[in-house]
């Protein structure tokens, strides 16, 4: 299965746990099943569009824009309730050397923890290392892990 309900990384999948993964495939197929209907029910307009000959009318594009508005604010409330059970099913037993405050939203702890990496390690490769060791970010920062991953390898660079 092809998970794309939300952007984590192999080693954020890694350390989810049995019910955790499981909110996530229930996630990628209430997505799937959302976009399979979105498909079925744009063929089925535009089969009824060609029917009635006014396929080429823009009744078509406004159709479709409408299905899709609808779908994308579907998709965006199963990801966000996948999100929220993710970042408070479990909380890392392990203490960080930075603020780890779940009040906050993903991009305030991200920049929490860019900032403490960047203060607390001037050479990149050791900030890289010591961020990729860091078990709390994995769960703590969600989505936004990646990200912040891929800033601080690039930096290696």
Sequence with gaps: MDINVITYTDEQYATLTESQLQEVYKAQEKKDRLTWKLEEEKQREKQKLVKNGVFASGLWDAYCA????????????????LLFYLR????????????????????????????????????????????????VAVQYLGEMYAPLWDYFYLQTQ
């Excluded at 609808?70 to 966000?80: D, G, K, L, P």
């Design 66 to 81: 409408k299905l899709q508005a609808q779908y994308e604010r579907e998709v965006a409330f199963i990801r966000e309730a």
């Design 88 to 135: 408070f099913s479990v909380k890392p037993t392990e203490e960080a050397p930075y603020e780890v405050n779940y009040a906050l939203t993903e991009t305030e702890r991200a920049a929490i923890v860019k900032a403490y990496y960047l203060e607390e390690y001037a050479n990149a490769a050791e900030r890289f290392s010591a961020f990729k060791q860091d078990a």
